[in-house]
């Protein structure tokens, strides 16, 4: 077991100690509530990369994008939340589908990216801007040669990417066998499946904003990719023709905008909010955080050990409903003890609800010490003004009457 009782109070390391913030910057909560040399660099850099999956994904990566005005300030270098995820616009029902960027601005008009689709057995083209479509068909003709390679993302983070190897033949591309790596191979088509209920069936190959070609077709089949990029690479020339002399914005009145977006995995999810829970402890307490009480769930944290699923908390249904009848323009978030379940002790509960959403919960500890049994804490983040403040029973009473 790591020996919490000095150093940083996820790993015991000694230092190098780096600011550690109790609720995510990416969140909008400021600068105001921060650890100091309380957690190394080595942990708060791991933690980056699932915070930052979970804070650009699912629920909450839609509400950073569409009701928090600005990310973490950064000076002139602050910008708004990003969201990973790909958008299709429809301009009809029944008509035509485009995969968009959704720019930095929510308000700003979706830009269309540069798409070659087969739409009712041809081939079709199209993008926002004409300088765009020409690097994207200089793009595929680089990568459409005798060998290609096509890349399949991988399901988990835990698991490996799949690359897929193509030859041409006379009768267009054959696929010869696949394998796992670890690390993705940069010159390489990327393969993902159509949405059929919101584009159907026609299959499409476009470049992403940042670069990196993508073909979608049903059910990621490499054979059917196979085929469309066979008749893609015979018909480059006359596409490169046919959109250089009739490249059009077209304008989409009152466009929909279907946005996909992944999940985070569950585990990721619970470490996020465990991560803010225990970090909530150490800023009342350095000492108390310490406890060997806590040693399950900062491990857990660091390293996602354990199941994530038995981390729920157990939901207190007026606590709940409370929680839910809190204004949604502000993340609130509530440490309160509770009896365990022999009744024989308190254990310490952490639960939030970010930008009006579902309330989340977890157990960060059980047998708490004495300091931490009759501990009620409430507090509440203004993600666009990136404050913290800190309520009482009485208080958060008051202000949720006002609200």
Sequence with gaps: MIDRTKG???????????????????LGAGDDWLLKDLVC???????????SRVQRRAEIG??????????????????PPALEAVATLLSRPDGPCFETELGDDPLQAPR???SVSLVRGLLEGGGTFAYE?????????RLLQDDLVLMRARPTPREPYMRICL???????????????????????????????????DPVVFMRAKGGVVVRVVNANDAAAASFLSRVREELPGLRHGLATSTKVEIIPQPVIHVRTLQPEEDEMARFVAKMGFNLVAHESAELCRHACFDGISEFIRSSAGQASRLAAPMDEPIVAFMNALAAKRHWVMLFARPSADGQSMGLVFLCRLYGGEVQGVTL?????????DVQLF???????????RYDQDALLELVAGR
């Excluded at 696949?178 to 069936?201: C, F, K, N």
């Design 133 to 141: 479509i020409g690097e994207f068909l200089n793009e595929l003709e």
């Design 167 to 201: 030859a041409l033949r006379p009768d267009g591309y054959e696929v010869l066998d696949a394998m796992a790596l670890a690390v993705p191979e940069t010159d390489a088509i990327w393969i993902e499946p159509l949405q059929q209920d919101l584009t159907g069936e």
């Design 62 to 79: 839609v509400n950073r994008r569409s009701l928090q005005r600005a990310g973490r300030d950064r000076g002139s270098k602050t910008r």
């Design 8 to 26: 940083c109070i996820y790993c015991g390391q000694d230092g190098p100690y780096k600011d550690e913030h109790v609720i995510p910057a990416g």
């Design 41 to 51: 660099k080595v942990c708060n850099n791991g933690f980056s990369a699932f915070e």
């Design 379 to 389: 507090v509440v983040a203004d993600y666009n003004t990136q404050t913290i403040e």
């Design 112 to 114: 269309l990216l540069p």
């Design 365 to 373: 500890a059980e047998d708490v010490p004495t300091e931490l049994a």
